[in-house]
Every structure is written in structure tokens, then in C-alpha cells.
């Protein structure tokens, strides 16, 4: 399942690079022949349709290496090396594929406007001048300056997670809304233990790969990370997201599906299995862009201290999933195999009044 949806994680934003990129050139290409007219720059050898096809040969050709290797190559460059280090590679792997595509485009245009096979001396010699010209030296710069600001939108997205970065961007939490959410929180069992006998560095080690890897599960059932707090994630949905497919709920087993393929992996590093509990429950909450000196996006209000309490609970209760009874009833689609089991009123801390808690059961 790890490596199924982080092909189609993958692919789906190589579509996206790929459209946006095809676009952006389509756009560029009309902008620069508009001029041309307007000017009435355009010479009488001017071939419109040769010039477009090369100019789709570039641009799609662009796309599907860009948004297949080249940037999630430098992405993983800028997480590996220091940063001058990460922009040098970029730049000289940048440089190669520019060079190489321009050839694409003026071998294409050149063997149009002579006639002759686009490998012909005569058109291969053309090709070399075609380097020092102003055309591309300007797509050179202009085409290094998108590619940079796709990695930094792609890295500012992975910030904020899947579905949020473009709330942000439309500026939808600048001033504070409430909105009805779905919270999970996910907490490692015996995690104290484990840190004191694996020792800071190789726990945070452990941590690091338990994050990684359930996050194909939380992007599989659209939920939107909001912090990691030591050994603790919390994932949220709205309510609609979080209900469709019953994918608040699915979320839980995905990741516990996750971790059981990854037993040899922690068995031969850490000689620890992770095993972790979850609560739930969902609410009004008010959300919002916090912060002067560091911004996020933060939640506020008393649905997160329940939902923290109600996993606080499942120690005492000897289970690994407990929700409140309200988001039982509103969460009525449950994975196969999986029944629900009413624990009662129960006691929270914190709490005045007990809540009504639900706990989940695989009877297959």
C-alpha cells in the first residue's frame, strides 16, 4: 500500500506540474506573439504553426521531466544538502535539461524553416549558434525562475499539508472562522519507555520513520496533519472530507496496516515495534492564521481538549481507539469487519460531566 500511494501521490502532482507548466508556456508563447503583432515585429519567414509545435515540443517535453524527476529530484536535494549546496545541483541539473530541450525545439524549427532532416549538418550547425542567441538566454533565466517557485510552492504546501496551503492562499484564515472538524489524535504507546532504552538520537529516528510511514494513510483519507507534538500527531478533517468513505475512521486502520509492513524495519533498527492508540471526536472549533514572529495556521477550542482526553483514556480502558458517543453516531460508516462497542459514561480528566464513549472491535 506504501509504495501504491506514494505512486499516486506522485502522480498526481506530476499532473499538476504538467498542466500548470503546458499552461504557463501556452500563455507565454500568445504573449510574446500578441507583442510581435502589436510592434509589427513579426518578419515575412515567420512560420506560425512551426513556431507553436516547437514551442509544444519544449513546453510538454518540460513538463513531463520537470514534474516526473527534475523537481522531485531538487526537492530532495534541498532536504539533503545544506542550501548553496542543494542550488548548485539545482542549477547545473536545470542547465542540462534547458540545453537539451532547447536542441529539441531549435533542431524541430530549424529543419522546418530549411527543409531538411532535423539531424542534417547544415541544421545541426544551426543549433549551436542557437545557444548564444537572446531567445534562449531569456527562456533560460525566465523557465529557472518558474521551476524555483514550483519548489517553493511544493515545500510551503508540504508545510501546511495537503488542502490547507490553498485555503491560505485564497486567505480564507487571515481573519478567524468557525468551522465544524474531525480530530484524531495519535499517540505511541510506552514512548517514554522506549526513548530512555533507544536514546535521543536514535528515538527521534524512531519517530521520524513511525511519521513517514502512516502518512500515505492520512493523505489517502484526505486528512490535513495539524501538529506533531513529541510522539504525538494530530490529523483533522472536515467534516464532510472526513465522513465521505468513512475516511476519518479508515484512517486509523490504514495506519495500523502501515506500521504491520514495516515490522522488520523497526524490529532490525530499533528492535521495537511502534503500537499506538487514537481518539476522536468533532466540534466547532474557531481556526485562524496566529503568530508574529513564526505564522501558522492554528485551532482553538474545546473539541481538541476532549479529543486529547478521550485518547488519554484508552490506557485505563485497554484499547487502542476510543470516540466520543456523538462522533460514533455521525461516523456510520465503518470499515469491514469492524463493529462498534458502547463503553458508557466515562470520566475525563479535566472534565465535570462523563462522556458517553465508543470503542471499535475487529470481529473478522
Not at 527534475?70 to 545541483?89: D, G, S
Not at 524555483?148 to 496551503?165: A, E, S
Request: charged share 20%.
Amino acid at each position: 500500500m506504501l509504495g501504491r500511494n506514494k505512486l499516486l501521490f506522485y502522480t498526481r502532482r506530476a499532473l499538476w506540474i504538467f498542466i500548470a507548466w503546458v499552461t504557463l508556456s501556452l500563455l507565454i508563447f500568445f504573449y510574446e506573439y500578441v507583442t510581435l503583432i502589436s510592434n509589427d515585429a513579426l518578419t515575412s519567414d515567420y512560420d506560425f504553426t512551426s513556431a507553436l509545435t516547437a514551442y509544444l515540443i519544449v513546453s510538454v517535453s518540460a513538463s513531463v521531466i520537470g514534474g516526473i524527476v527534475t523537481v522531485n529530484l531538487m526537492e530532495y536535494w534541498l532536504r539533503r544538502f545544506a542550501f548553496w549546496q542543494a542550488l548548485v545541483l539545482i542549477v547545473v541539473a536545470y542547465t542540462i535539461v534547458s540545453i537539451f530541450l532547447g536542441a529539441l525545439g531549435s533542431l524541430y524549427l530549424s529543419g522546418q524553416e530549411m527543409e531538411l532532416p532535423i539531424f542534417h549538418p547544415e541544421v545541426v550547425e544551426e543549433l549551436f549558434m542557437f545557444y548564444g542567441k537572446a531567445i534562449f538566454i531569456k527562456n533560460y533565466f525566465l523557465w529557472l525562475v518558474i521551476v524555483l517557485v514550483t519548489i517553493v510552492v511544493l515545500m510551503v504546501n508540504d508545510k501546511y499539508g495537503p488542502g490547507v496551503f490553498p485555503d491560505y492562499l485564497k486567505g480564507k484564515y487571515f481573519q478567524p472562522k468557525r468551522e465544524r472538524r474531525i480530530f484524531m489524535f495519535a499517540d505511541i504507546k510506552d514512548a517514554t519507555t522506549i526513548a530512555e532504552i533507544l536514546g535521543e538520537a536514535k528515538y527521534f529516528n524512531f519517530l521520524k520513520d513511525f511519521f513517514k510511514f502512516i502518512a500515505p494513510a492520512i493523505i489517502e483519507t484526505k486528512g490535513e496533519v495539524y501538529q506533531y507534538v513529541g510522539d504525538e500527531i494530530v490529523v483533522s478533517w472536515k467534516i464532510k472530507k472526513g465522513l465521505d468513505k468513512g475516511n476519518a475512521l479508515q484512517c486509523f486502520y490504514k495506519m495500523k496496516a502501515l506500521i504491520e509492513k514495516k515490522f522488520g524495519h523497526f524490529e532490525k533498527h530499533y528492535n521495537y515495534q511502534p503500537t499506538f492508540k487514537v481518539g476522536y471526536h468533532y466540534g466547532a472549533v474557531m481556526v485562524g492564521e496566529i503568530g508574529q514572529i513564526k505564522r501558522e495556521i492554528a485551532f482553538s477550542g474545546d473539541v481538541l481538549n476532549t479529543t486529547s482526553r478521550i485518547q488519554a483514556k484508552c490506557n485505563e480502558l485497554g484499547v487502542d481507539i476510543l470516540v466520543s458517543e456523538a462522533f460514533a453516531q455521525i461516523h456510520y460508516i465503518l470499515p469491514d469487519g469492524i463493529k462498534a462497542e458502547d463503553l458508557g459514561e466515562q470520566t475525563l480528566k479535566g472534565k465535570a460531566e462523563p462522556m458517553r464513549l465508543v470503542t471499535f472491535r475487529n470481529e473478522i
